[in-house]
């Protein structure tokens, strides 16, 4: 019976710390990095606007700002978060992870449903530390 109680914790002792790396390694597995925030890359680009009249007649043309710009992290349909335009029609999303992301914005459209339509890009981001510039945006109102 002594010999025994002396055999369990040398087992214990051999066996901890490959189960603690094993458990280490699993944990870092199931943490996979997803797109979103958290991050150090950044995307950025404008909205360009055209101001038409109902004749389809262009009145004014440049750069819009105060408009909404929204972005969907990953295959997400919905808006994971949005920012406004700056009054040089500039955004930026920073703070995000490597993956796939879904930028749009509105556009007046008086042949659509509610009178609004909406231009859409994807893009993505390759490295932990990326600036992406975007295409502008050309929208109509």
């Known amino acids: 019976m002594k010999q025994l ?3 369990v914790p040398k ?3 051999t066996i901890f710390p490959y189960f603690f790396c094993i458990m280490i390694i699993s ?6 990095v997803e797109p979103g925030e958290g991050g150090l890359a950044t995307i950025r ?4 606007g ?3 009249n109902s004749a389809g007649r262009i009145l004014d043309s440049g ?3 105060d408009r909404r710009v929204y972005i969907a992290y990953g295959n997400h349909t919905w808006a994971d978060d949005d920012v406004r335009t700056s009054y040089t029609g500039e955004y930026a999303f920073r703070g995000l992870q490597k993956g796939t992301y879904t930028l749009w914005v509105f556009s ?3 042949t659509c449903p509610f009178d609004l339509n909406y231009v859409k890009k994807e893009v993505q981001i390759t ?3 990326q600036e992406l510039v975007v295409p502008d945006f050309i929208i109509y109102d």
């Open 63 to 65: 750069y819009v700002g």
């Open 27 to 32: 944990l870092l597995n199931a943490c996979g």
């Open 108 to 110: 007046q459209c008086d």
């Open 127 to 129: 490295s932990d530390k």
């Open 50 to 52: 055209y101001d038409i």
């Open 45 to 48: 680009g404008k909205v360009y």
């Open 11 to 13: 087992i214990k002792a």
């Open 5 to 7: 109680r002396y055999v």
